[in-house]
């Protein structure tokens, strides 16, 4: 079955540039333009993604900018991503420090927890985001492979399906099967109950909840009356 365009939002303070016009020229995608309120692109309701070119990134790294907007990114609901687009010697030229440089990428990717990827150029940076609403629609419909070992026994398993949820590893699937006992109540428990689990925190919860709730809604399966 071939997958739908994917669908990107593009803020409207970005349309005239180089990478929209590139999405418009794709068969495999379909661009909204309209206000966002964290970042340059929306890729199927799921990815957030901030675009910096080289000379955009070093700007925002002197007076203060980046950080901010990598703290919003953190923030968000949903995934999110830092793409940085430029040539080797684009970046070179921005008379920056390549320490400094990697002490922010190491800030906002490690401590802040956004994924940061590169592009050449804005055809490449076009093509990374319909990947991303590829890769999006495949996650919706369960497309997407979980490679390594399956687990034996109820509980394992059970600890596995858990860990697919978004900022959950093996100590916080422990604790939400601790506490609700199984899966099923795990995947029907409110925010706040989320949220009260050791480790767990309200945003993690938020993200839970969003990805829950955004799955069955796409798959035609929300609950009625939320």
């Known amino acids: 079955m071939h997958s739908a365009p994917a669908h990107i939002v593009v803020d409207d303070r970005e349309k005239a540039g180089g990478v929209p016009a590139a999405l418009r020229a794709r068969s495999d995608a379909t661009v909204e333009i309209a206000r966002l309120d964290v970042g340059d692109y929306r890729v199927e309701r799921r990815v957030v993604v901030e675009r910096k070119t080289a000379t955009d990134f070093a700007a925002s790294l002197i007076d203060g900018r980046l950080f901010h907007q990598a703290a919003a990114l953190a923030a968000a609901p949903e995934r999110t991503v830092l793409l940085l687009e430029g040539s080797g010697a684009e970046w070179r030229e921005t008379g920056v420090r390549r320490e400094a440089l990697q002490g922010a990428l190491i800030t906002i ?9 590169r592009s050449a150029d804005p055809q490449e940076t076009a093509r990374l985001l319909v990947y991303v609403g590829r890769q999006a629609q495949r996650c ?3 497309g997407l492979p ?14 596995f399906l858990l860990q697919g949820l978004p900022g959950v590893g093996p100590e916080r699937a422990a604790r939400l099967l601790e506490r609700f ?9 409110s925010a706040d109950d ?3 689990v050791n480790g767990i925190g309200e945003r993690t919860a938020a993200r839970i909840r969003w990805a829950l709730e955004k799955s069955a809604a796409e798959l ?7």
Do not use: E
């Open 109 to 117: 990717g490690v401590f802040y927890g956004v994924t940061i990827l």
């Open 140 to 142: 919706v419909h369960g």
């Open 146 to 159: 979980r490679p390594g070992y399956r687990p034996k026994g109820k509980r394992a398993r059970q600890l």
């Open 181 to 189: 006992g199984s899966v099923q109540s795990v995947m029907t428990a």
């Open 194 to 196: 989320l949220a009260a």
């Open 220 to 226: 035609g399966t929300a609950p009625r009356g939320r």
